[in-house]
């Protein structure tokens, strides 16, 4: 069963380009850089490579083979997947992805007023100062009317593409926008390379400082940098995957996936790291840079650092605006998470597209509105996604995971033979989400001590604990509800679970 009248990519090209789109965002160009100067550099990269395979490449192939055999979206793949009674488990994938969503329209909202700022020449100023653009950015958040606008218009701008469809609108629209964000960064790149004093941010970057391989923490940030930024876990490439050919590759389309994000990521610290240290007063200033956190090194220093810069007007302007197409490109993503599940459920697209991206923009209106709720969200929703990735991998593991590899990754169209270390990681993987999660339980402990338990404080377990609890709640009591809803899908009269 596939996809049509415009809901199927129609080359591979324009899948790879959308699904790069979904994997690289924000993270990529704003911690990226911080975590791998903080990690060793080289160090870091080599437990990044290692994360990847691990972690990230069985995740994104997981998902992929669930989607083209399932042909629906996450509520009816899992119903299908693994039996009716885990329905719930897909309402899950969607309700976190949709979290996500509603204040990563707010964050891709920043990106755009930035870019606004840049044209208008803001960071022109040769006597700007961290000072002035740190309260640039407060300004910017303390005004209501702004941060709703621009979270109004990323809201706007999904709903215009994801409207018009797959081939003519996230295809269309990703095989411009990802190619264009990998010659915008790579020139700012170039620029940030060739200034005075440069090397020593490459150095910094490249330089294996192999003493930190056997630190717990660079292993932790590196699988956790693997997780959040290839979006593996999160089932926006299982959407995507709905959308696929059936001739189509998988497994090398997700390598090509993966090490995509990687190389922007890559593309993004060879740009950054540079910068900051060749126009950085002293040292001990560009640190202070790198450990100010994603707003602060974006928002603050790396704009102050632009009006030090010959030709800085223009950098700001390409850098902001492949910033600004690499969160259009993911929220395009999780938007289509939302939609599709609506269709499978005999929405139309129009009136599907209308109703997520409404409640979208309602539901991110706190997030833009409180710089301390979007904080909360994004560590509940974002920490959620590991939970999905588990669920992920044991819905492959109750299916079975050698069927799987044998018979949905290495099919007769694959390009590249997928062995058995695949179906060890895949088996391994809940060991791996113990210790991940864990680190960062223990980190939020550590933050609230004594009151770890409270679910209002921004950053502290207990609010995991609550959202989560309230989520899932309400998924597994309407598991049979949203199973009776779905149409039937491509296995679902020969695997589906009546029970």
Known sequence: ???????????????????????????????????????????????????????????????????????????????????????WIGGWLALVAMGVMFYYSVVAGWTLKYLVLSVQGTFAQPDITPELTQSIWEGFLSSPVQTIFFHGVSMFFGAIVIYKGVSAGIEKVTKVMVPTLFVLITLVAIRGVTLPGASAGLEFLFTPNLEYLFKAQTWLEAFTQAAWSTGAGWALIMTYAVYTKEKEDLSLNCFIVGFGDVLVGLIASTAILPTVYSLSSTVEVAEAALGSGNNGLIFVY??????????????????????????????????????????????????????????????????????????????????????????????????????????????????????????????????????????????????????????????????????????????????????????????????????
Request: include cysteine.
């Open 1 to 87: 069963m596939q996809k049509s009248n415009n809901s199927q990519f129609k080359s591979r090209f324009g899948f790879i380009a959308a699904a790069i789109g979904m994997a690289v965002g924000t993270g990529n160009m704003w911690r990226f850089p911080r975590v791998a100067a903080a990690n060793g550099g080289g160090a870091f990269l080599l437990a990044l490579t290692v994360a990847m395979f691990v972690y990230a490449i069985p995740l994104l192939l997981a998902e992929m083979s669930i989607a083209r055999k399932t042909r629906l979206g996450t509520v009816g793949a899992m119903r299908d997947f693994m039996g009716k009674k885990f329905t």
């Open 302 to 499: 790396l704009s102050a650092l632009f009006g030090n810069m010959p030709g800085g007007t223009f950098v700001a302007i390409v850098f902001f605006a492949a910033l600004a197409f690499a969160a259009l490109s993911s929220l395009l993503s999780m938007i289509e998470v939302g939609v599709l599940n609506l269709q499978d459920a005999g929405w139309s697209r129009g009136k599907a597209t209308l109703f997520v991206c409404l409640s979208g923009f309602v539901i991110g209106i706190p997030s833009a509105y409180s710089i301390h709720f979007l904080d909360n969200q994004d560590f509940v929703w974002g920490v959620g996604l590991l939970i999905s990735g588990l669920l992920i991998s044991v819905a492959v593991i109750k299916y079975g995971v050698e069927k799987v590899r044998t018979e949905d990754i290495n099919h007769e169209y694959s390009d590249m033979y997928i062995g058995k270390w695949w179906s060890y990681m895949i088996r391994i993987f809940p060991l791996v989400f113990v210790v991940i999660f864990g680190w960062w339980t223990w980190q939020a402990i550590s933050w609230y001590p004594g009151e770890w338990w409270k679910p209002f404080e921004v950053f502290s377990p207990g609010t995991m604990a609550f959202q989560w609890g309230v989520g899932a709640f309400i998924m597994i009591k309407l598991n049979n509800w949203l199973a009776d809803r779905i149409k039937i899908g491509a296995i679902s009269e020969t695997n589906l679970d009546n029970e």
